[in-house]
């Protein structure tokens, strides 16, 4: 099981808001990471050290953190961001590198 | 422009071991932490381990000493070696660049399915 707990999936419309929580209790101490990944294709990094977005990355993505949880937000949701998305951090100890389970994200 | 290409059996039999190689292009492997990540098919993500520094490693405690991460630097390659595998080991392989210990992972391989299987 993953130290990082991550809801399975989650269901929104086109334009609308979603929102993908992350959570451990190691996450108050510890940068998060977002990917997205599609079918077939490796991870691609959307979001580092919380809530820093790479260049070329949609501006509609965003993280932020509070507490033990940390959130992807996407805006404006396109059907082109449906896929699976992985937050990462580091485990308890701080020694090792651990990824949450995935959220499956559909556009309806 | 970083590229990383994982390249290694597709089937390995059971107790055999598994080896795996990563051919960095663009940087030199010298500096980062170049890891190694799988995917067991429908599943999500887990970190293996890494290298750093052409020499330090640090594995995932899941891989009970099975696992081993080397790096040639004359061919700018690091690799994977895993023994005694299963089925439990069926997954797609990727090597990653990671930016710090425990930092985000910025460049991939577009990743290797092995199998296990007699």
């Known amino acids: 099981s993953s130290e990082l707990t991550q809801p399975p999936s989650v269901s929104v419309s086109p334009g609308q808001t979603a929102r993908i929580t992350c959570s451990a209790d190691?996450?108050?101490?510890?940068?998060a990471y977002w990917y997205q990944q599609k079918p077939g294709q490796a991870p691609v990094l959307v979001i580092y050290?919380?809530?820093e977005r790479p260049s070329g990355i949609p501006e509609r993505f965003s993280g932020s953190s509070s507490g033990t949880t940390v959130t992807l937000t996407i805006s404006g949701v396109q059907a082109e961001d449906e896929a699976d998305y992985y937050c990462?951090?580091?485990?308890?100890?701080?020694?090792?590198?651990?990824f949450g389970g995935g959220t499956k994200l559909t556009v309806l | 422009q970083v590229q990383l290409q994982e390249s290694g059996p597709g089937l390995v039999k059971p107790s055999e071991t598994l080896s795996l190689t990563c051919t960095v292009s663009?940087?030199?492997?010298?500096?980062?932490?170049w890891s190694w990540i799988r995917q067991p098919p429908g599943k999500g993500l887990e970190w293996l381990g890494y290298?750093?520094?052409?020499?330090?490693?640090n594995y995932n405690p899941s891989l009970k000493s099975r696992g081993t991460i080397s790096v040639d630097t004359s061919k700018n390659q690091f690799s994977l070696k895993l023994t005694s595998v299963t089925a439990a080991d069926t997954a797609l392989y990727f090597c990653?660049?990671?930016?710090?210990?425990?930092?985000?992972?910025?460049?991939w391989g577009q990743g290797t399915l092995v199998s296990v299987s007699s």
């Open positions: 990653a660049r990671g930016f710090t210990r425990k930092g985000f992972y910025e460049y």
């Open positions: 663009g940087v030199s492997i010298s500096s980062f932490y």
């Open positions: 290298i750093y520094n052409s020499g330090s490693t």
């Open positions: 190691a996450l108050p101490n510890q940068y």
């Open positions: 050290n919380d809530g």
């Open positions: 990462q951090s580091a485990d308890s100890s701080g020694n090792y590198v651990v």
